[in-house]
């Protein structure tokens, strides 16, 4: 897990929290910032995973090479 998903997480649920508590007391305000913050945090988090996602293919799985009498070495 990188950065980006951590910090986007954070905002996902301090944007819901920010836009539930703005729908509770009726400040349209708090929840159109709340839903803006969700939304970047949700935004944040798919671009970790695409960059984790990068990473592990870079670094992938290790290969084995077959030989004709069917060992195989790293």
Do not use: C, S, Y
Request: hydrophobic content about 25%.
């Amino acid at each position: 897990m990188n950065q980006d998903r951590v910090n986007g997480t954070i905002d996902e649920v301090v944007g819901n929290t920010k836009r539930q508590f703005g729908k509770l007391t009726g400040n349209t305000g708090t929840q159109v910032k709340g839903a803006a913050q969700e939304l970047k945090g949700k935004a944040e988090n798919t671009l970790g995973k695409t960059k984790d996602a990068i990473h592990n293919a870079q670094t992938g799985p290790v290969l084995v090479e077959r030989r004709d009498d069917g060992t195989g070495t790293l």
